[in-house]
C-alpha cells in the first residue's frame, strides 16, 4: 500500500467515527456540493448523511470541469455515453493512474467524467440519476482543487464564476488570489494537492462546519 493510500484508510477512520457528533455542528443537513473530485462524497461521510449530489466518487480533467460548472443545467440534462476508457482524450495523460482502464469512463456532451470508485455503468447510472434528482440548488458549494491537469486559466476561470459559493484547495504559492482559494501545506514535492490532505471538518486551513452553515 502507498503512503497516500494508507492516509486515505485513516481519513476514513477519522471521518467516520465521530460523524454523528460533527452533525450537530451545522444548522443543515441538506445541501449540495458539485465537487471535481471525491471530496464531496467524503464531507457527506464526515456528517453521516445521504450523498446529494451527483459528482460522487469520481473525478473530471480540470478545464472540463470548469466547462462542467458554467453550463450545469445543460449538462445535467445530457445523457452518460460510456467509452472504451482507452479512447479517452486525455489517456496519455490518466493511463498511468492506478487502476485506470478498471472503472467506468463516459462522455458527458463534451466532457469526460471517470468514475474512479464505481464497478459497472449500471452502477453510475442509478446512482448518478439518483442524486441528480437530490440537488438542493437553494444551497450549493462549487468546490475546485489543483489537481488533474488545473493551470492557471483554470483557477481564474474559477474565480470568474459568477457563483456565490466556491472553494477551491491548493499547494500552489501562485494560485492563492483569492480569499476562498486555500493554500494547503504539503511535502515540497507535490505539485498538486493529493485527495489525503484536503481539509474536513474543522480544520486549520477551513472550517467546513462554518461553510456549510453559510450555505
Not at 455542528?25 to 456528517?47: D, L, M, P, R
Not at 464505481?118 to 489537481?147: C, G, M, P
Request: net charge positive.
Amino acid at each position: 500500500m502507498t503512503i497516500e493510500g494508507l492516509r486515505l484508510k485513516l481519513l476514513t477512520i477519522k471521518r467516520k467515527l465521530p460523524a454523528n457528533l460533527r452533525k450537530k455542528k451545522i444548522n443543515k443537513t441538506k445541501f449540495t456540493i458539485i465537487s471535481n473530485n471525491c471530496w464531496g462524497g467524503e464531507v457527506y461521510e464526515c456528517y453521516n448523511l445521504i450523498k446529494q449530489s451527483p459528482t460522487i466518487g469520481l473525478y473530471f480533467m480540470a478545464s472540463d470541469y470548469i466547462k462542467f460548472i458554467k453550463n450545469i443545467h445543460y449538462y445535467l440534462k445530457q445523457p452518460l455515453n460510456f467509452i472504451d476508457p482507452k479512447t479517452s482524450k486525455y489517456y496519455n495523460k490518466v493511463k498511468s493512474q492506478k487502476g485506470y482502464g478498471t472503472y467506468p469512463v463516459a462522455r458527458l456532451g463534451d466532457i469526460e467524467i471517470f468514475f474512479m470508485h464505481y464497478t459497472s455503468e449500471q452502477q453510475v447510472i442509478a446512482k448518478w440519476t439518483r442524486r441528480i434528482n437530490r440537488i438542493d440548488w437553494d444551497h450549493i458549494l462549487y468546490k475546485f482543487n489543483d489537481q488533474n491537469g488545473c493551470t492557471l486559466k483554470d483557477i481564474n476561470d474559477f474565480i470568474n464564476l459568477p457563483v456565490k459559493n466556491k472553494i477551491c484547495f491548493t499547494v500552489q504559492d501562485k494560485y492563492a488570489k483569492a480569499p476562498y482559494i486555500k493554500k494547503i501545506k504539503a511535502p515540497r514535492s507535490h505539485t498538486e494537492i493529493m485527495a489525503s490532505y484536503e481539509p474536513f471538518g474543522n480544520s486549520k486551513y477551513v472550517n467546513v462546519n462554518d461553510l456549510i452553515n453559510s450555505l
